[in-house]
Structures are given as C-alpha cells and as structure tokens.
C-alpha cells in the first residue's frame, strides 16, 4: 500500500539507477490488485522493470535479506518494526525512514541510516553510500546483530515488560489499594516469579 511508501523507493531508486549503478531491488509482500496494478505503472513509468522487482507474500525472508547487501524500509508510519530487527539480526546494514518505532530500532549512523519520510533524494544518496562503502555495511551489520542482542530479543522484551508491570502494581499498591488486595496481588506475584524462574531454567 501506499503506506509503505513504495513511491519513495521508486522515485530514490530511478535516481539511483540514473547514476548508472546497476542494482537490484525486491519490494516484498502481499498487495491488492488496484495497489500492484499502481506499482506496476510506476515501475514501467520510470523505466525501471529491470531494477525492481515485486516478489509478492513470502516465507522465505530470512533467506532473502542474508542475500542482500542492505534492507531499506520506506514506510510513512510504523510501530515496532519487525522487519528492520529482521534484517538487524542478519547482521545487514539498514535505511529506514525516521517514523514511529522504527526511531527505536535503528541508531542512526551506527546501525544504519534513518531519514526523512517521502525524500527520494536523501534516500538514493544513501543507498549510493552504502553500495560504494562495503566496510560501512559490515561495520552496519555487526552493530546492528549487538543492539538487536542488547534489546530486541524475546527475553530482553519479557524482562521490560515486567518491569514496566511490577512499577505499575507497585504504583497501585502505594495508592488506592486495601491490606487485603496487597497480600493477594504480592501472592500472585510470588507465585509468577517462582514460575518463571523455573520455566527459564528448564528452558535454558
């Protein structure tokens, strides 16, 4: 969809491929007709059916992003954005357009580049960078695989959230709550964290 901002790549890459770098791009993912018919139209538009490719729903992308040099997300707005730790993870150098919680998954200048949604320009610049420069992407990749191992894993993820939850229950007990409602919530609690720590410990 649009969303995505598939016409920034378009766009960024007709500028790339008018510099004369003979470069691949995959766009994938599932799409309506009235969508790829769109995409499609852009593509013929700016010349560019030897470039960009459309490879539709796949269940292979681990496989896809270890074969490529960089990942570039174009999108207008996201949330957590699992496909840049995806790419993160592959130890893959990544551009991303500073929107939402892609903010939150890539540091700028050390993982990869963040820029500004809808400019195709600042864009192919950056794709040009990465495709002259392998040490950076390398340097990209392994920075990117340590922050991903430093924050995105599920047990990094578990341990936040009941972080965020223990605050919130600690918050509540000091305010508004009977003698009772504390023993029994500091019971439950209890009996989660014995839990947990004997599940972590089977597991691991």
């Not at 500028?15 to 007709?33: D, E, N, R």
């Not at 150098?93 to 949604?117: D, F, Q, R």
Request: aromatic share 10%; with cysteine; proline share 1%.
């Amino acid at each position: 969809t649009e969303a995505k901002g598939y016409n920034n790549l378009l766009e960024a890459a007709s500028l790339v491929c008018k510099k004369g770098y003979k470069v691949k791009f995959y766009w994938i993912g599932g799409a309506s007709k009235k969508s790829l018919h769109i995409f499609n139209s852009k593509i013929r538009k700016l010349g560019l059916k030897d470039s960009v490719f459309f490879l539709g729903f796949r269940s292979d992308i681990p496989e896809l992003i270890k074969s490529s040099d960089l990942l570039i997300s174009t999108s207008l707005n996201e949330t957590l954005h699992l496909v840049v730790l995806e790419a993160m993870a592959a130890e893959k150098a990544v551009i991303a357009t500073k929107c939402g919680g892609t903010s939150e998954c890539v540091i700028n200048g050390e993982t990869g580049y963040l820029i500004p949604v809808n400019d195709p320009f600042i864009l192919s610049e950056k794709i040009i960078e990465l495709l002259n420069d392998s040490q950076k992407r390398k340097v990209f990749g392994e920075n990117g695989i340590k922050y991903f191992k430093e924050k995105f894993t599920m047990e990094k993820y578990v341990e936040g959230f009941e972080k965020l939850y223990m605050e919130i229950i600690n918050k509540k007990l000091q305010e508004s709550i009977s003698e009772r409602e504390k023993d029994i919530i500091m019971s439950f609690l209890n009996l989660y964290e014995k839990t947990s720590d004997y599940l972590w410990k089977t597991k691991n």
